[in-house]
């Protein structure tokens, strides 16, 4: 298996449709993280000097329905603003408004049609919807990693359904990529930093991992649930009660599997979780009834970076403590400072994703010093987890790249 190339693409004149995530955060109708806009921009301003028509498609939030508040049209001029193009709106997605916008564009033009969940038909990946879309166009390009997890009708029917060709874009390529060195072929050994604050969540990432590392760090608030599991005292810390034997299973496993797991040794611990509230350092043997573990400490931050001092690769989601407040994001910022390092001094090779943890990367600094920051959340925590997710199962074909039909 394996995926077309858009070097390979003769663009000129073809009607491109481009899956871009503009699911983008909003304030008073303006974009105010444009981070997943800049990602697709090389894809865009590509396809568009080499003599594509642009389409551009995608979701904006979760509307019911048509609603003038989660327009595209915002977005598609902070697109211009960042891509250094004029692009052109079109009212709807499908239908006529489309396309006359889509017949009336030149070589070298952008289009970007209005929020496809503005059809009900988007979500529930109808076949009708995905041929609408798909008859607007000559090709496919996916580009929206942070939404490939979603079988809807513009990430997933709107190829299987029309046949057109589909190629992964620049940045979903890049993602691709760094799946692939992360868990394929994998320079050992390869520690996992999980953090957060819910196992809840993690545990189907949890179990997957513990057969791909050698290492595996855990951090956040999940790990309070790991120490409970292991008889600890744990004061009025999150933890998941109900998912202790969870935790304790996990344990197991690694043991069985000879894997090491790596849990905080001392917190930093306060009453309540606020600002500058009064914290104190403590082994994680000595939490008091009152105490909750707002971050891990000193030591274990210095256990944590000599782990990595040992691997080869990382894969990081989720942060270490309530990295939000100060100073609880100090055990996160020091190790993303030490990963940062040793990804410069070539001694790891570091992957990163999910909300949290980029913003947690970006407030210590360090997101351009990674070798890859993957700004997805759902998307990325399923690729964790072993998962092909439906918007790329779409791109692949069969045979080897240079036997792929283009
Ligand atoms: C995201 O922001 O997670 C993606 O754009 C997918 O959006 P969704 O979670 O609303 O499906
Ligand atoms: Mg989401």
Same mark, same amino acid.
């Given at each position: ?33 444009? @981070? ?22 995608? &979701? ?8 003038? $508040? &989660? =327009? ?28 006359? #916008? ?13 929020? @496809? ?93 513990? =057969? ?42 690694? $043991? ?100 949290? @943890? ?16 993957? @700004? ?26 240079? #036997?792929?039909?283009?």
């Amino acid at each position: 298996m394996g995926f077309r190339s858009l070097d390979d693409a003769e663009v000129k004149g073809k009607r491109v449709l481009v899956r871009v995530d503009l699911n983008v955060p909003m304030a008073d109708g303006k974009v105010t993280d444009a @981070t997943r806009i800049e990602e697709v921009t090389p894809t865009i301003a590509e396809l568009a000097d080499k003599g594509g028509r642009v389409i551009l498609l995608s &979701h904006l939030n979760r509307p019911k329905g048509p609603d003038p $508040k &989660h =327009s595209l049209r915002p977005v598609a001029a902070a697109v211009a603003r960042i891509v250094k193009r004029p692009v052109g709106f079109a009212e709807d997605c499908v239908g006529p408004k489309a396309e006359a #916008a889509v017949a009336a564009m030149k070589d070298g033009d952008i289009l970007c049609l209005e929020n @496809t969940r503005f059809h009900p038909e988007e979500e529930k990946n109808n076949q009708e919807f995905a041929k609408k879309l798909a008859a607007l166009g000559d090709m496919f390009v996916e580009d929206a990693f942070s939404a490939a997890h979603r079988a809807h009708a513009s990430i997933t029917s709107i190829v299987t359904v029309s046949g057109l060709p589909a190629y992964p874009g620049r940045a979903m390529k890049a993602e691709l990529d760094a799946l692939e060195k992360a868990f394929e072929k994998p320079e050992h050994p390869v520690a996992a930093i999980v953090g957060g604050a819910k196992i809840s969540t993690k545990l189907d990432l949890l179990g997957h991992l513990l =057969s791909k590392v050698e290492t595996l760090i855990i951090g956040g608030g999940m790990a309070n649930t790991f120490l409970a599991a292991q008889g600890k005292a744990i004061g009025k810390s999150l933890c998941e009660n109900d998912l202790i034997p969870n935790a304790r299973d996990i344990l197991t496993k690694a $043991k069985s599997l000879k894997r090491e797991i790596v849990l905080p040794i001392d917190a930093v611990v306060a009453e309540r979780l606020a600002a500058n509230a009064p914290s104190r350092v403590v082994p994680v043997d000595a939490v008091e009834p009152n105490d909750m573990i707002l971050d891990i400490g000193p030591r274990s931050v210095e256990h944590v970076i000599s782990a990595l001092a040992r691997s080869k690769t990382l894969v990081w989601n989720g942060p270490f403590g309530a990295f939000e407040v100060e100073p609880f994001d100090n055990g996160t910022t020091e190790v993303a400072e030490a990963v940062a390092e040793l990804t410069e001094d070539g001694r790891l090779i570091s992957f990163a994703g999910g909300g949290d @943890t980029v913003a947690a990367l970006n407030a210590a600094g360090v997101t351009g010093r990674l070798t890859h920051v993957s @700004t997805a959340g759902g998307a990325f925590l399923e690729s964790l987890e072993g998962k092909t997710l439906p918007g790329v199962a779409v791109l692949m074909v069969s045979g080897t790249l240079d #036997a792929a039909p283009r």
